[in-house]
């Protein structure tokens, strides 16, 4: 079912009744790759029908954080030497894991301790129970890499108050603690200092009780104080509008926010937006992640995304060559590409629990 070895990507434990899954590669911020996602799936399976286990806690490894997101070094590799049919297989399991998180029986308490991205927020954001501390840094930040939002994001995003999903999509902006709550990515905040002995107690204390004794008032986040700038300019109906309405509000944060969007993949800000606005007509989190397959697989077959993990990752220049480069040059055509129907590899995800 799983490796039980010490340097196993994912460390199984219990105590007492809770099962605790620490995904452990701490070098790499514990970024996913496909056997942690097999290893993951099948220990939810296992953990299911054990009425020994009444709790599973995700935790990650290190000092950094929980997970910084999928090994996209591995897709740059995929991309680079063959069709990326590799990279279509792991997103394939990864998004039936999100789907399946979502709905599991049982309570399900993801620790979003400390850098919290891409992947990373597929595997807690969907949670029964999702805590953060004083380190959290949750965001979605593919346009960055030519990529965008994946694992169920574009759902998450899409149920947060009036435009702020769309303002994090586009800008791939990280946010705390405080605002992590606002927007519906987090429940609950237990400061890190308490993480041990909160942890600890699940393994004989129903969550609402260890959540009782080692939850505290989060510290107060950034957005709210944004609302109104933010709501009025990304509710437009093109990026290029979002950025114009961006620079003509006159507030600094709004001036920072467009320059930060020019720098991100065009192609991928245009279907960014698009999947937002789709996603918000669909039913559930799984016609949700369907639509993400689609689109992720679609992004294989273009070079921005693996310009953008070059530059970001590889050689780390920091400095990508979109193709095209500029917004005016992505058509609706072009956009619409990426919903087409993908053939028999889809996740044909069940419907279920979706938050």
Not at 82 to 97: H, I, N, Q, T, V
Not at 167 to 188: E, K, Q, S
Not at 203 to 219: H, I, K, Y
């Amino acid at each position: 079912m799983y490796d039980p070895r010490a340097d196993s990507p994912v460390l199984v434990r219990r105590a007492g009744r809770a099962g605790h899954l620490v995904l452990n590669r701490p070098r790499a911020i514990n970024a996913l790759d496909h056997a942690m996602v097999r290893l993951l799936a099948d220990v939810l399976t296992a953990w299911e029908d054990d009425a020994s286990v009444a709790t599973v806690v995700l935790t990650g490894a290190g000092e950094r954080g929980l997970c910084a997101g999928g090994d996209i070094r591995s897709i740059h590799d995929d991309v680079k030497a063959g069709d990326g049919s590799a990279s279509a297989a792991f997103w394939r399991d990864e998004y039936r894991l999100n789907a399946r998180i979502a709905r599991y029986p049982k309570p399900y308490v993801a620790v979003m301790d400390g850098i919290v991205m891409g992947g990373g927020v597929g595997v807690s954001a969907h949670g029964d129970v999702r805590v953060v501390t004083e380190r959290s840094r949750v965001a979605m930040p593919e346009t960055g890499i030519g990529f965008v939002p994946d694992v169920g994001g574009t759902y998450l995003l899409t149920r947060t108050p009036g435009e702020l999903g769309t303002h994090l999509a586009l800008t791939g902006t990280a946010v705390g603690a405080g605002d992590a709550l606002l927007c519906g990515l987090a429940d609950h905040y237990v400061p890190s200092r308490l993480l041990t002995d909160f942890t600890a107690a699940l393994g004989d204390t129903e969550v609402s009780e260890a959540l009782r004794r080692f939850g505290r008032p989060a510290p107060a986040g950034e957005l709210a104080a944004c609302r109104e700038w933010i709501d009025h300019c990304y509710a437009a109906d093109t990026v290029e509008e979002i950025i114009e309405r961006l620079y003509a509000c006159g507030e600094r944060q709004a001036k920072e926010a467009a320059e930060t969007i020019l720098t991100r993949s065009p192609t991928a800000l245009k279907v960014t937006l698009a999947s937002l606005r789709r996603a918000r007509e669909l039913p559930t989190l799984e016609a949700v992640l369907d639509q993400e397959y689609r689109v992720s697989c679609a992004a294989l077959a273009l070079p921005d995304l693996q310009e953008g993990i070059r530059a970001q990752v590889i050689d780390k220049s920091r400095r990508p060559r979109w193709s095209p480069a500029g917004l005016d040059q992505v058509t609706p055509a072009d956009v619409a590409r990426f919903f087409e129907d993908v053939d028999t590899a889809a996740p044909q995800l069940r419907a279920g629990r979706s938050r």
